[in-house]
């Protein structure tokens, strides 16, 4: 058994420890998010550092714990709060998580983030769907020994996000009256956010919003078979296209204002998805 899996087992068995709770949805909040926690029905709440090799956040606006208990009456696992690369961990660590879900018995992963937007489409504000990734910018997490426990050493990449996961989120939010748009994310390593070359230099790529997380762990992810829906909460306009400078606490009381939205999306979504 590779090292790596070692790891993740003795990670399963902290959680195990606390519940044998089996989660049918994981989902991950991102900056400024978090609130959807509340909501679930709780059954157990482990903070990450309860949690064997469980990377720990240092960002504020991520708290830092695993809620797992019931949601619109679907067993969930929520991440309140995630690790990025630019805090110092590798892709590798980053998606420790990801994988910690698939072993508890997750199926499906519904990845959230705050982002820049870069279709004219877009405001501060908007709800996206995520549809594709560019995840160039930053080191795959399947670079070194492949985990063969979780999935195969080359992987398809053709669907990373379903499109039957995404269609279902798209008629929530036509029947919510929710705008959500749809587009293609790039994440960056940050933490500084982008210059005005680099942001035209991915929207010339057909990206539509970029952001510092995600596209790694929904590779994970397809990599130990889950299927993945991913939502991006468009907090400002990138640099270059909105003339105003970023603040992180500007990132996180425009997610915070559209949370009431999010959380109706995601709890439809959630409500919705057949057995
Ligand atoms: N760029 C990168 N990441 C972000 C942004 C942005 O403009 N907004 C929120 N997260």
Do not use: W
């Amino acid at each position: 058994m590779s090292q790596y899996y070692s790891k993740l087992e003795a990670a399963l068995k902290s959680v195990r420890e606390v519940t044998d709770f089996v989660p049918r949805v994981a989902v991950v909040l991102g900056s400024g998010l978090g609130a959807l926690a509340d909501e679930v029905d709780d059954v157990a709440v482990i903070p990450y550092r309860n949690i064997e090799g469980f990377p720990l956040s240092t960002v504020e606006g991520h708290k830092g714990r695993l809620v797992l208990g019931y949601l619109m009456g679907t067993p969930v696992a929520v991440m309140q709060g995630r690790v990025h690369m630019y805090e110092g961990y590798s892709s590798k660590e980053v998606v420790m998580p990801t994988r910690l879900m698939h072993l508890l018995g997750a199926k499906i992963l519904l990845l959230t983030n705050a982002a820049g937007g870069l279709d004219p489409d877009f405001s501060g504000g908007s709800l996206m769907l995520i549809r594709d990734h560019i995840s160039s910018f930053v080191p795959s997490p399947l670079i070194g020994e492949n985990v063969d426990e979780l999935g195969t050493r080359f992987l398809d990449m053709s669907d990373v996000y379903s499109p039957y996961l995404g269609d279902i989120m798209l008629k929530c939010a036509e029947d919510l009256h929710i705008d959500l748009k749809e587009g293609i994310y790039c994440q960056f390593r940050g933490p500084q956010y982008e210059t005005p070359a680099e942001t035209r230099l991915i929207r010339m790529l057909g990206a539509s919003a970029v952001g510092m997380s995600t596209a790694v762990e929904a590779i994970a992810a397809r990599h130990c078979g889950m299927e993945v829906a991913g939502v991006t909460c468009i907090t400002n306009m990138a640099c270059g296209i909105s003339n105003t400078k970023l603040t992180h606490e500007e990132v996180q009381e425009v997610a915070a204002r559209v949370s009431h939205d999010f959380k109706s999306l995601v709890k439809e979504f959630i409500s919705r998805l057949e057995e």
